[in-house]
């Protein structure tokens, strides 16, 4: 027992010096916000414009709104909208899951620890003794920091966890939920926008299996920007075996199957950010934006970013069986910009802005 404390603590070290190096190298993996100050100056900026609305710089990264009487502070992506107990409550990933399960609306399964209580996660992973996992800090992290998904194996969660320790002495671990990711946003009760990262899809010929499908795709890239896929590939059985395929099943001509929950990422467990890359407001049916107006609403959130892993967003999550995986009360609006598919809807500063000024003055 003292000699595996031993060895958690040299490779928590080894994790430190490991993000150290990291960052000293411009080599981090994590989206500094800071880098975004620019662009948040330039949409608030262009909001207030569209608003007939001053706008002022106050310091870097501070501005200050104003439409007559009523004005507002942003710091960056953060606004004046969520008190500071709304905040900190999303920000314990254990308590958000219960309130929002309480209200009936599906999270995925977990199990709660600390790095002196891995056994529970052992517990955990045995009375799921198939499929991947997910390990997650439970509080004080933003930007996917510290998660590591498709973890196979107690070894692996264990490697895992002291990394998600470095930001959270309470650790989750969860059943992971194949599909897509979505961000569902959210404000003043209801879903304005949403985003989604796109994973791989195939289409079926008849005779092709999956693999032999993707290894088709595969040999039309670029040398230089081809996946290599692989039948061993983690997020690959995963999201085929959510709709009951395999890399070996054959898809019936003009049938679609989702091969993989991101693109240009091989197979194995890995430490991962999502980034958003399509615009699907319009993918989402009534059912789906109404869960996600409910988790925002459990929460006594007016702003937040609702994230959704799902086969089919067509469907409520009960029938497509996904979840809700994580929500943000400091939603990046960043997520919503710059995607393919946006339309002139898209322009969630303006609408935030619009209800910062219009709470303002109700307050007044």
Not at 163 to 191: K, N
Not at 281 to 304: H, M, P, Q, V
Request: with cysteine; proline share 3%.
């Amino acid at each position: 027992m003292n000699g595996g404390k031993l060895n958690i603590r040299l490779l928590r070290l080894k994790y430190r010096l490991d993000r150290t190096f990291k960052r000293l190298a411009g080599r981090q993996t994590y989206l500094q916000m800071s880098s975004l100050t620019g662009f948040y100056g330039n949409i608030w900026e262009e909001a207030a414009r569209a608003l007939s609305a001053e706008f002022n710089e106050i310091a870097h990264g501070y501005w200050e709104v104003a439409n007559g009487a009523n004005r507002t502070f942003i710091n960056n992506y953060m606004v004046q909208i969520d008190d500071p107990v709304i905040l900190n409550v999303a920000g314990n990933k254990a308590l958000c899951y219960r309130i929002i399960r309480d209200k009936g609306l599906p999270v995925p399964d977990h199990a709660g620890y600390t790095l002196n209580e891995l056994e529970k996660a052992e517990d955990f992973i045995r009375r799921f003794d198939a499929g991947y996992f997910v390990i997650k800090p439970s509080t004080g992290t933003s930007g996917a920091r510290g998660i590591t998904t498709h973890i196979e194996s107690f070894k692996e969660c264990v490697r895992a966890s002291v990394l998600a320790s470095l930001f959270s002495d309470e650790i989750l671990i969860e059943r992971l939920i194949p599909g897509e990711s979505y961000r569902l946003l959210v404000l003043d009760g209801e879903m304005i926008l949403a985003s989604r990262r796109t994973g791989v899809w195939v289409e079926g010929d008849g005779s092709s299996t999956v693999m032999g499908l993707l290894q088709k795709e595969q040999g039309r890239g670029a040398p230089a920007g081809r996946v290599r896929y692989t039948d061993s590939d983690r997020d690959l059985i995963a999201t085929l075996s959510g709709q009951g395929l395999t890399p070996s099943s054959v898809i019936e001509k003009g049938g679609k199957a989702l091969a993989k929950s991101v693109k240009g990422r091989a197979g194995g467990y890995s430490e991962v950010r999502t980034a958003y890359d399509e615009d699907a407001t319009k993918l989402i049916c009534a059912g789906l934006k109404k869960e996600a107006e409910r988790a925002a609403a459990a929460l006594n959130s007016r702003f937040a970013g609702i994230d959704i892993v799902t086969m089919n967003p067509s469907l409520p999550l009960a029938e497509s069986r996904g979840a809700i995986v994580e929500v943000n009360t400091t939603p990046g609006l960043h997520h919503h910009y710059n995607l393919s598919g946006n339309g002139p809807s898209a322009q969630p500063a303006v609408q935030v802005l619009k209800y910062l000024l219009r709470a303002k003055n109700a307050a007044s």
